[in-house]
């Protein structure tokens, strides 16, 4: 059975601070690795790994993914209140009947006081 | 384009009613899921379907019923509610399996 793994659970930092969000993962044939943040609705999309070793960037936030290690972090520079949210990790599966299907994580809750 | 809808936005039930939650898509997507998500649980696959008359289980199937006739419509059914149900369900859809899924507005369901 497919596995993905947040941590912290939670997390509380002032504006300002650098945070790294970690996932690690159980698949049986990995496809690809997506990070998603949920604030009071529904999951937007963040990004989405499917190489080792290559980040991924939008402004402060970054990504990179290691294959051989079954890992992910995300990273976030100089946060900012609107950052609070819950972060969600997904990997999805490449093999057989499961193909394609996302497992998450149970996210990362992080909280940005002014 | 409008995206993902899902409709109703809330919904409360009692125990042994029956109800079928929408979900719709404008974008041609072929893969559509729905997800269940619980305090402290993340999101949990429910259904899926990879293309019109095809559909399979995901991880907490049981007590839902799914169908998918058009490309463009994916409808959830609960057939008997229990309060076990009671959750916030979210529709997702993407261009291909296993690729950036959008997601619907979510609807929350209460069951008495």
């Known amino acids: 059975e497919d596995k993905v793994v947040q941590s912290p659970l939670s997390l509380v930092v002032h504006e300002g601070d650098t945070v790294t969000l970690n996932c690690s993962y159980e698949?049986?044939?990995?496809?690809?690795l997506l990070w998603y943040k949920q604030e009071k609705k529904a999951p937007t999309f963040l990004f989405m790994l499917t190489s080792s070793g290559i980040e991924k960037k939008s402004g402060r936030l970054s990504s990179i993914l290691d294959k051989k290690e079954l890992f992910s972090i995300l990273n976030i520079t100089a946060t900012q209140t609107g950052d609070s949210a819950v972060y969600l990790c997904a990997v999805s599966n490449a093999g057989g009947t499961s193909y394609g299907k996302l497992t998450f994580g149970q996210g990362t809750i992080l909280t940005v006081h002014p | 384009n409008a995206g993902v809808t899902q409709t109703p936005k809330f919904q409360v039930l009692k125990t042994g009613q029956s109800m079928t939650l929408q979900c719709a898509q404008d974008?041609?997507?072929?893969?559509m899921s729905w997800y269940r998500q619980d305090p402290g649980m993340g999101l949990r696959l429910i259904h899926y379907s990879v293309g019109a008359g095809i559909t399979d289980q995901g991880e907490v199937p049981n007590g839902y019923n799914v169908s998918r006739s058009t490309t463009e419509d994916f409808p959830l059914r609960l057939l008997l509610a229990a309060p076990s149900q009671t959750s916030v369900y979210f529709c997702a859809s993407s261009y291909t399996q296993g690729w950036e899924q959008f997601f619907g507005p979510g609807t929350r369901l209460t069951v008495l």
């Open positions: 974008m041609n997507h072929e893969y």
């Open positions: 698949v049986t044939n990995f496809r690809s």
